[in-house]
């Protein structure tokens, strides 16, 4: 399967609190890529990674990625209401045309 | 800039019938990729068309087609629809499926499809 695997499946938290949520794979891959997908909406481009890369920042996001454990972490810092969402991780094996292969995704929800 | 935009944004249909799904990739942004979600699932690849070529298909049935037009819109049709097509239909674009950037696909908000 080239699909990624999110854990846990939901994760509930307070406001200012951190989230941290995994991925895990079984291919190899060219690079892997976080989506943010809010209630029942498009999803949202987050942060790619790729796959000579070990860690990555964008604002209060952090990615990393262990490619020997064919594995990677997402971890939003300081979390707010509004990061409620459902997050996805895509690996990518880069021969694949652009095809993103999802899993169920981590569905995250921030308490105020 | 527009982003990806897909209509209709709703859609109730009966069994048997057949939809017609439409997506507007961002300009300039020359693959459009169709995925399948159902509820309480991660995103499904459908198709990949690319330079108005199909690219990639997923695992759906043959009832399931798509094109692509010369200005890269692209259209999802669904014949003899069945009730488990109720789903949200997501369209992504990107500049070309074989070079990435920092930035991934593109997603438009998806039309939702309820078969009864």
């Known amino acids: 399967s080239q699909q990624g695997e999110e854990d846990p499946q939901a994760l509930s938290i307070q406001e200012g609190e951190n989230a941290t949520m995994n991925c895990s794979y079984k291919t190899s891959i060219n690079n892997l890529q976080w989506y943010r997908q809010n209630s029942g909406r498009g999803l949202v481009h987050l942060i790619l990674?790729?796959?000579?890369?070990r860690e990555k920042h964008s604002g209060r996001l952090r990615v990393t990625l262990d490619t020997s454990k064919k594995s990677s972490s997402l971890l939003i810092t300081a979390s707010r209401a509004a990061d409620t969402a459902s997050y996805f991780c895509a690996p990518d094996r880069g021969s694949t045309l652009g095809r993103l292969y999802f899993g169920r995704g981590t569905q995250l929800t921030v308490w105020p | 800039d527009a982003g990806v935009t897909q209509s209709p944004t709703h859609l109730i249909k009966t069994r048997g019938q057949h939809v017609t799904l439409r997506c507007s990739p961002i300009?300039?942004?020359?693959?459009v990729s169709w995925y399948q979600q159902v509820l309480g699932q991660g995103p499904q690849f459908i198709f990949q068309y690319y330079e108005k070529e199909e690219r990639g298909r997923g695992n759906f049935p043959d009832r399931f087609s798509a094109r692509q037009f010369p200005n890269y819109s692209s259209e999802l049709n669904v014949n003899a629809l069945l009730l488990g097509d109720s789903a949200l239909y997501l369209c992504a674009s990107s500049l070309d499926p074989g070079i990435w950037t920092n930035y991934g696909y593109t997603f438009g908000s998806g039309t939702r499809l309820t078969v009864v």
């Open positions: 300009s300039g942004h020359k693959s």
């Open positions: 990674i790729r796959s000579n890369e």
